[in-house]
């Protein structure tokens, strides 16, 4: 299991556990092109 500091690399793959609300609101922010300033891209 990664550290919470981990960076998702590029292509990828990300399990999403959570109720479907949550995992609609995580798929919103990942599809985004401007990331939120948390989300720092490497």
Known sequence: MPGGDFIVP????L???GSSE???LARKVIRKK???KEMGIV
């Open 34 to 36: 401007q990331k939120p």
């Open 15 to 17: 399990l999403l556990i």
């Open 22 to 24: 949550n995992i609609r």
């Open 10 to 13: 590029k292509g990828c793959r």
